[in-house]
């Protein structure tokens, strides 16, 4: 195990959240972003920057603002790109762990417009490190957690060539979804498979089986799922 997120919904601009960044740098360990927080950004970050420059925030929409994104997503990149070994998280999402479209009136309600939209967001933010980083190679990820996975397998997300696509478990029943079936096999491609969802019965129960778990680890095995 090489790879860690450091925390959730942390602030790298934050000189005490950053000492978690340092520590797991200096072990050597590659280090990514939660699919909450694309290239770093949460909805905290994003009020803690227009705050910090003194300007009134403006609403967290790539559809109304997307100027405004592409700032500050270019100005975290900026304080990631300082450390070795960064696994760049590519996404667009609510200001929870939710669909973009709960918290922005303004994305398309069909699957192919919001696919779309995800779809340039991503392709914006891989453009951003691309330029940061000079032309440098680089991993990027991009996580098929709730919504992305029904619009992957309906082909409705179009992803940069060389992204690892990060196929997750549904929260009801914990196995993958339908979007793995139809993965491509020689495509750069990992999991993010949940021992335990909170919000998916009541609390203080046993978590995941681990003959649920063994089945489905498996079957992403069969697909190639190695990478991530």
């Known amino acids: 195990m090489n790879l860690i997120i450091p925390a959730s919904l942390m602030n790298i601009d934050n000189n005490d959240e950053r000492t978690l960044v340092d520590i797991c740098s200096k072990r050597g360990l590659y ?12 909805s905290f970050s994003w009020s803690h920057y227009w705050k910090k ?3 009134e925030i403006p609403k967290q929409s790539f559809i109304e603002n ?18 070795p070994n960064v696994i760049w998280q590519l996404g667009l999402r609510g200001r929870t762990d939710e669909p973009v479209w709960t918290h922005d009136p303004l994305v398309p309600p069909d699957d192919a417009g919001r696919g779309e939209l995800i779809s ?18 680089f991993i990027s990820s991009a996580t098929l957690w709730m919504e992305c996975g029904p ?8 992803m940069p060539e060389d992204t690892v696509l990060v196929y997750s478990d549904v929260g009801s029943n914990q196995n993958f979804g339908g979007d793995l079936d139809i993965c491509d096999e020689n ?19 046993r978590g995941n089986s681990p003959e649920r778990m063994q089945k489905n680890i498996s079957r992403a095995l069969e697909k190639n799922c190695t990478e991530y």
């Open 31 to 42: 280090l990514s972003q939660h699919h909450i927080e694309p290239l770093g950004v949460s």
């Open 53 to 55: 420059k003194g300007e």
């Open 66 to 83: 997307p100027k405004k994104c592409a700032e500050i997503w270019d100005y975290y990149v900026g304080l990631w790109a300082k450390y």
């Open 120 to 137: 340039h967001a991503i392709d914006t933010q891989y453009n951003i490190v691309k330029r940061r980083l000079g032309g440098k190679k």
């Open 151 to 158: 619009l992957m397998e309906k082909g409705c997300l179009k």
């Open 187 to 205: 495509a750069k491609k990992g999991v993010d498979y949940h021992v335990a969802y909170c919000t998916a019965g009541p609390h203080f129960v």
